[in-house]
């Protein structure tokens, strides 16, 4: 049988940590929030964090987590195996006060080599507003400090989805992936921004796939040592239907083609570009058993091997978003939001928290 379709196994040298949660708070959306290593021992994930009664249904509605809450930001000095209490990198009522109504300030260049220089991106007022804008926040200090909040250019598209999904090619221009609809598309689409003098000022440069037929969003981009950048992209006709495909550039993210396709089912797809070449893709799985799903390229995205079950113990769909970085000795770390099947609260899933997966690669 070909590998694309073994049947999906579970890998024999995993754990899975708690990186925050609280009873009465709903946690979720790395994806959406940021994770950036610094160094081998200093690794930060960002999330969407706000109080929540679990008996009140309208407390789990996404757009009141995005709107009324905050973005988290942990921060774990060992790996992975253990998490410090989480610091607020932005409110989100403050920021979009700013982004909305207040005044646009000049910055500087930060220099984006610099491991310590670090991007967040979100929307306001939030992600799924018809006219939302996105914004950035500079850290320059490896996260400890962060910039004031400043807008995006829109440009001609009616809202803009923003996601801290960006690489830094080697002349040192950044890209920035974001979502998008224009005034003319009937759906979302990814799209690329690109800042010619560190993070200052930001053009418009490509459209990396559409669809005429349903949204295409979340970008997750990596730069290959050949210079070819890929970026995988959620395909999401329904909530409860989405797959991850692949599109890449060799000319610097002006011009896209696809590449592959990574699953039947799972998404948004985060990519990490491992260090023997290997490219590692991470999903949230929203389909019965729920949970968090993994595949290997060993052909630079053109194929995809076996599919690791990571975790299937969720208790409903609400789960997901994950982003991973490698570690030492052959393990990666990755990190999602979850709800356990076997958590006594239930609605419509367990307490939404954070969770982390050690793994050592197969």
């Not at 070819?228 to 992209?233: G, K």
């Not at 550039?249 to 070449?277: C, I, Q, Y």
Request: glycine share 8%; with cysteine; aromatic share 12%.
């Amino acid at each position: 049988m070909s590998v694309l379709f073994a049947k999906p196994a579970r890998p024999k040298r995993m754990h899975h940590v708690v990186v925050y949660r609280r009873e009465d708070e709903f946690s979720s959306w790395p994806f959406n929030g940021g994770m950036w290593k610094v160094d081998e021992n200093n690794i930060l994930v960002a999330f969407m964090n706000h109080k929540c009664d679990y008996t009140i249904p309208g407390n789990l509605s996404h757009n009141r987590i995005e709107t009324f809450g905050r973005i988290a930001l942990a921060r774990t000095a060992d790996q992975g195996q253990t998490w410090q209490d989480p610091v607020t990198l932005a409110k989100n009522l403050e920021v979009t006060e700013r982004i909305l109504y207040g005044r646009e300030e000049n910055s500087e260049p930060v220099d984006f080599f610099d491991p310590n220089v670090l991007l967040c991106c979100w929307s306001s007022p939030n992600s799924s507003n018809e006219r939302a804008k996105a914004w950035i926040k500079i850290s320059q200090d490896g996260g400890r400090t962060w910039g004031k909040a400043r807008r995006i250019p829109s440009f001609h598209f009616l809202r803009i989805q923003g996601r801290p999904s960006y690489i830094l090619r080697p002349d040192g221009v950044l890209l920035l992936m974001l979502t998008a609809q224009g005034k003319n598309d009937p759906h979302d689409r990814p799209v690329v921004y690109a800042s010619y003098d560190g993070g200052c000022n930001w053009t418009h440069m490509s459209y990396i796939a559409g669809s005429k037929d349903y949204r295409m969003i979340c970008p997750s981009p990596i730069i290959l040592k050949n210079g070819r950048i890929i970026a995988s992209v959620r395909c999401k006709p329904t909530v409860f239907t989405g797959w991850t495909e692949t599109y890449f550039s060799d000319d610097g993210g002006r011009t896209w083609s696809f590449l592959s396709r990574v699953n039947d089912s799972g998404a948004p797809g985060h990519l990490t570009l491992l260090k023997d070449g290997r490219i590692f893709c991470v999903y949230g799985y929203r389909r019965p058993p729920y949970g968090i799903r993994a595949r290997i390229s060993e052909d630079e995205g053109r194929s995809w091997g076996r599919e690791w079950i990571i975790r299937d113990d969720g208790g409903s769909f609400d789960l997901g978003y994950p982003r991973a970085v490698e570690l030492s000795d052959n393990r990666v770390l990755m990190v999602y939001y979850f709800n356990d099947a076997s958590d006594p609260v239930q609605a419509n899933g367990g307490i939404r928290y954070i969770g982390a997966t050690i793994l050592e690669l197969p």
